[in-house]
């Protein structure tokens, strides 16, 4: 199982490479996973290339072909302007419009203010919805004062378990887990008689018959 990491982090070190890191940890313990990470820094001049010029350059090509390839996406991006990063939006730009239809994505986001947390529903959510992923319920977006704070590590671990359960060894498991369950299920409706109501009321009746 392939999981990529789309890391729009500008410095070197980043909150968002390390939210990002953190998000993949997660989703590995809970479905062991190859993990590559596309830092989009590295391809800021090839993406501009590409937009000018149609032609992606050997690196953005590669990085288009791993997005392609996963089974499922992490996404992470610094917060500008109340949205996402504006070299985040051009790498998702310059891939193959089909590339993520039916792909599960775990949105995430970093910002100096937790004021900038609705950028994952008013921005990100829309834009995966557009290209056609399957997006999991919880979004994670970490501010400045999230970091070594209770909740961050909570809201991390939730995201990944949502993600790793659309991938295929947690779709695996959950399938064994139901399929146990039937077979419980089963189990018991055989162990439990169903008396016909008229016999039950027949067995109460003094003469025996069915009540009137």
């Given amino acids: 199982m392939k999981l990529v990491v789309v890391s729009a982090g500008l410095s070197v070190p980043s909150s968002t490479r390390l939210l990002a890191d953190r998000l993949a940890a997660a989703v590995d313990q809970a479905a062991p996973a190859e993990v590559q990470v596309v830092e989009v820094r590295d391809l800021a001049v090839a993406i501009a290339h590409h937009l000018t010029s149609g ?10 072909d791993a997005v392609a390839g996963a089974d499922a996406l992490i996404v992470v991006t610094p917060v500008f302007s109340a949205s996402y990063s504006g070299l985040f939006k051009s790498f998702f ?12 994505v775990l949105l995430a986001a970093t910002g100096g203010s937790a004021r900038h947390s609705l950028v994952l529903d008013h921005a990100l959510r829309p834009l995966f919805s557009h290209l056609r992923a399957v997006v999991v319920p919880t979004g994670v977006y970490a501010a400045s004062e999230d970091w070594g704070a ?11 378990g949502e993600l790793a ?7 695996t498991e959950a399938k064994s887990v139901t399929s146990a369950a039937s077979v419980t299920s089963a189990k018991a409706r055989d162990r ?3 008396v016909p109501f008229a016999e039950q ?6 003469t025996g018959a069915p009540a009137v």
């Fill in 93 to 104: 730009d310059v891939l193959d419009k089909d590339a993520l239809a039916g792909k599960p």
């Fill in 150 to 160: 209770e909740g961050l590590e909570g809201r991390i671990e939730r995201a990944a």
């Fill in 55 to 64: 032609f992606p350059g050997p690196a953005l090509a590669a990085a288009q």
């Fill in 192 to 194: 439990f008689e169903v």
């Fill in 165 to 171: 359960a659309l991938l295929p060894e947690g779709r």
């Fill in 201 to 206: 009321l027949a067995a109460l009746s003094p």
